[in-house]
């Protein structure tokens, strides 16, 4: 099945920026892809590297453009707050500027400069935990693809009151953008600290379902997606997807 994307966003945006930010591909290659004829948007394919894609709009890659992408280095990263994960704006800092030597855990070269790395699946610059960035357009296809099934767990610190009510509010019931979430796995490990276990990955997701029943995100960490955990990886530390963890992740 081609790899597809819809923009949930509130404004058009240009193509090459949304396949950056959706982990498809570097703007630079989505440029090509683009020249190439390779991608639709609503079924009609486009040349124009300036057109922007409408929301509530999908584009979708042609399968020589999946087989170009498919090839690539997986990068694990334990990303710390402050830190963005894709393509910064002006006077933000990329999660890409962590690769180094220095913080590198384990064997893998060092990626270039020039690599394009997008993130597969996004997280705030305020939040932290486990960040994938690719080059892999299988692996993207399988963590964040339409046909995916992964599973992502998140730690969350939270400020306000906590009751039952609101847990069950938060499992099932909550709607986001005018559409109903899928139910989510949530559950309180300690007082002020709560378990999310989700199956979508809306914009600031977490943060906007808690708000919506009166708490506030304190902290949020990722430590897992799908069968690939954080661990004992400190933040700021990266090191290469093994093969075993990439068969893990496609199935």
Same mark, same amino acid.
């Given at each position: 099945?081609?790899?597809?994307?819809?923009?949930?966003?509130?404004?058009?945006?240009?193509?090459?920026?949304?396949?950056?930010?959706?982990?498809?591909?570097?703007?630079?290659?989505?440029?090509?892809?683009?020249?190439?004829?390779?991608?639709?948007?609503?079924?009609?394919?486009?040349?124009?590297?300036?057109?922007?894609?409408?929301?509530?709009?999908?584009?979708?890659?042609?399968?020589?453009?999946?087989?170009?992408?498919?090839?690539?280095?997986?990068?694990?990263?334990?990303?710390?707050?402050?830190?963005?994960?894709?393509?910064?704006?002006?006077?933000?800092?990329?999660?890409?500027?962590?690769?180094?030597?220095?913080?590198?855990?384990?064997?893998?070269?060092?990626?270039?400069?020039?690599?394009?790395?997008?993130?597969?699946?996004?997280?705030?610059?305020?939040?932290?935990?486990?960040?994938?960035?690719?080059?892999?357009?299988?692996?993207?296809?399988?963590?964040?693809?339409?046909?995916?099934?992964?599973?992502?767990?998140?730690?969350?610190?939270?400020?306000?009151? #906590? &009751?039952?009510?609101?847990?069950? +509010? !938060? $499992?099932?019931? /909550?709607?986001?953008?005018?559409? %109903?979430?899928?139910?989510?796995? #949530? &559950?309180?490990?300690?007082?002020? +600290? !709560? $378990?999310?276990? /989700?199956?979508?990955?809306?914009? %600031?997701?977490?943060?906007?379902?808690?708000?919506?029943?009166?708490?506030?995100?304190?902290?949020?960490?990722?430590?897992?997606?799908?069968?690939?955990?954080?661990?004992?990886?400190?933040?700021?530390?990266?090191?290469?997807?093994?093969?075993?963890?990439?068969?893990?992740?496609?199935?």
């Amino acid at each position: 099945m081609a790899v597809a994307r819809t923009w949930d966003g509130d404004e058009p945006v240009r193509l090459n920026k949304f396949m950056g930010q959706s982990g498809l591909c570097s703007r630079r290659e989505a440029d090509a892809l683009i020249a190439e004829g390779l991608v639709a948007v609503d079924g009609e394919t486009v040349r124009d590297a300036g057109r922007k894609i409408q929301p509530g709009q999908t584009l979708t890659l042609a399968d020589r453009a999946e087989a170009q992408l498919a090839e690539g280095v997986t990068i694990v990263l334990h990303k710390p707050v402050g830190y963005v994960s894709g393509q910064p704006e002006p006077g933000k800092v990329p999660a890409v500027r962590l690769l180094t030597a220095a913080n590198r855990i384990g064997d893998g070269a060092v990626p270039a400069k020039d690599t394009s790395l997008p993130p597969i699946g996004r997280l705030d610059e305020d939040s932290r935990g486990l960040l994938l960035l690719s080059s892999d357009g299988v692996v993207a296809k399988a963590v964040i693809g339409p046909e995916s099934d992964l599973d992502k767990e998140y730690l969350v610190e939270v400020a306000g009151q #906590v &009751t039952e009510a609101k847990l069950d +509010r !938060l $499992r099932h019931g /909550l709607e986001l953008d005018g559409r %109903r979430l899928k139910p989510a796995r #949530v &559950t309180r490990v300690e007082p002020q +600290r !709560l $378990r999310f276990v /989700l199956r979508e990955g809306r914009k %600031r997701q977490i943060r906007r379902m808690c708000e919506l029943v009166g708490l506030e995100v304190v902290d949020l960490l990722r430590i897992r997606i799908g069968p690939l955990e954080l661990g004992d990886l400190l933040e700021g530390r990266w090191r290469v997807l093994t093969a075993a963890e990439r068969a893990a992740l496609v199935g």
